[in-house]
């Protein structure tokens, strides 16, 4: 079955420095990943989405690249914030592939703190 | 995007109990879920809630422990029933539009079984 990994230990940096994120993914490629911030007590919310035919995606200080052949999804936030620390989940969504079926496939985020 | 609400925001219930967890949405939505989420895990889907039909269950959940009712796109309810310890968890619902593939999440109820 699809099993999907990121990284597991928290993330600290500096203020104002790049956090990336890691997404890897085992078996087939999704045709779609998507980002998502949660913050503590509240649900996550949606940032970014990228589908398999795209190499990166861009929206203001986020970036999130696909590499199928790596199987693997890298989560950038630029000139980090304070603001920006919370946990950040990735999510395999098969697209037609899973027919009608619009369910993701979540893995378990990735806490970030960023210091100021 | 969709603003979700769910009521109840937190609870504390006693073992052998129920409680209904209602999710209201502020536009119609063609797919609503309700979603489990445990400390230290991954969000995990319980069911999708199909307007007008029985809901899709995930493996693992069965609609006698977790019924679910759908009456229109905009509002959704989940049942725990006869609780246990084990059901203390963090309950979503979200939202999707069949033109979109993004999910809008309510703020979730934690819910705590003694």
């Known amino acids: 079955s699809q099993k999907i990994e990121q990284n597991s230990e928290a993330l600290n940096i500096q203020e104002g420095k790049t956090a990336t994120l890691t997404c890897n993914y085992t078996?087939?490629?999704?045709?779609?990943l998507q980002w998502y911030r949660q913050d503590p007590g509240r649900g996550p919310v949606f940032l970014l989405l990228i589908r398999e035919n795209e190499k990166e995606k861009r929206k203001e200080r986020l970036k999130v690249t696909f590499d199928t052949t790596l199987k693997q999804s890298l989560f950038h936030i630029t000139a980090s914030q304070p603001a920006d620390s919370a946990t950040y989940l990735c999510?395999?969504?098969?697209?037609?592939?899973?027919?009608?079926?619009?369910?993701?496939?979540w893995g378990l985020g990735t806490s970030l703190a960023v210091n100021p | 995007s969709a603003v979700i609400s769910q009521k109840p925001s937190r609870d504390i219930c006693q073992r052998g109990t129920s409680l209904t967890i209602q999710c209201q949405v502020d536009s119609q939505v063609t797919m609503m879920f309700w979603y489990r989420q445990q400390p230290g895990q991954s969000l995990t889907l319980i069911a999708t809630?199909?307007?007008?039909?029985?809901?899709?269950?995930e493996s693992g959940f069965v609609i006698d422990k977790f019924p679910i009712s759908r009456p229109n796109l905009t509002f959704s309810t989940l049942t725990v029933s006869n609780m246990s310890p084990e059901d203390s968890s963090i309950y979503l619902c979200?939202?999707?539009?069949?033109?979109?593939?993004?999910?809008?999440f309510g703020p979730g109820t934690r819910l705590t079984v003694t």
């Open positions: 078996n087939y490629s999704p045709a779609y």
């Open positions: 999510a395999l969504d098969m697209g037609i592939y899973a027919g009608n079926n619009r369910k993701l496939i």
């Open positions: 809630a199909n307007q007008g039909s029985e809901a899709t269950y």
């Open positions: 979200s939202a999707m539009d069949s033109s979109q593939r993004e999910q809008y």
